[in-house]
């Protein structure tokens, strides 16, 4: 079986198999027990990641959010994770995103939102990444390419853990950012650490992956986070909109409980 996916990996782009693996997947787990706002679609149940029990495993990690430590965590169909449902039953529900025109910044974007940004008329929709090949603008965060004042909408998750500074991030954004316009961040991050837990000295794949769950993560958010957003400008609202859902909601769309999304303005 390893001599034939080596033989199909050698002939095929990765992203070919990738989206094969994908389509056997959402006809193989097709069903009714969960459903995925995402793809709009439902399956027998979400798929694990291989990592998930190893880091639950750790117990420096056992307190975190979105890191994928429930087990079960993502789409058969489109891959999408508890953090993506969540977000675009917030986009769907709560915050939507079709009323107005908007001019929006996506960091390292998902495919899963940014076809759904993308299916909007009213957005336009820019995409920036440091390594991805695929998106509009290849930039750093700390030292972004954009004008003051560009943009009325930016979405950046799960992407401040891999920056070592942080706060210049932050302010970048903030300076991009169009008055009274909205940033979307989210981290992960555990809860129980009332101030976040970083060292620099801390440089080995292994023990980022140890101490902060991931080889390239580089700090672990407490809640003092909504605090690092505001000393950077940002006027912080935190969103708790997953507590609306019932457990057997949850359930259903493959939630993390303690999951937040930080609704940020630039006043």
Not at 39 to 56: D, I, N, S, T, V
Not at 190 to 217: C, N, W
């Amino acid at each position: 079986m390893n001599q034939i996916k080596s033989i199909l990996k050698s002939i095929f782009p990765r992203k070919v198999i990738f989206n094969a693996r994908k389509t056997v997947n959402s006809i193989r787990y097709k069903g009714d027990n969960v459903h995925c706002p995402c793809c709009q679609k439902g399956y027998k149940k979400f798929l694990p990641f291989p990592e998930a029990q190893k880091r639950a495993q750790n117990t420096k990690l056992s307190h975190m959010i979105g890191m994928g430590l429930t087990g079960h965590v993502y789409c058969p169909g489109c891959y999408s994770t508890e953090r993506h449902r969540l977000l675009r039953l917030f986009h769907d529900q709560k915050f939507p995103v079709n009323k107005q025109q908007i001019h929006m910044l996506h960091f390292a974007p998902e495919e899963t939102f940014a076809s759904y940004y993308k299916s909007f008329p009213n957005i336009k929709y820019v995409t920036t990444d440091l390594f991805d090949p695929n998106v509009d603008v290849k930039a750093d965060i700390t030292d972004l390419p954009f004008e003051d004042n560009s943009f009325d909408a930016v979405i950046c998750s799960h992407v401040l853990e891999h920056i070592p500074d942080d706060h210049k991030a932050m302010t970048e954004i903030y300076r991009i950012l169009r008055s009274d316009c909205w940033a979307i961040f989210c981290v992960p991050m555990d809860p129980s650490l009332a101030i976040t837990y970083e060292d620099a000295s801390i440089v080995t794949q292994e023990e980022r992956e140890k101490m902060f769950g991931q080889s390239d993560h580089v700090r672990i958010y407490g809640i003092d986070f909504q605090q690092r957003l505001s000393n950077a400008g940002f006027n912080v609202k935190i969103i708790t909109f997953v507590d609306e859902f019932s457990d057997k909601e949850i359930q259903k769309y493959g939630l993390e409980r303690n999951d937040r999304i930080y609704l940020s303005f630039k006043s």
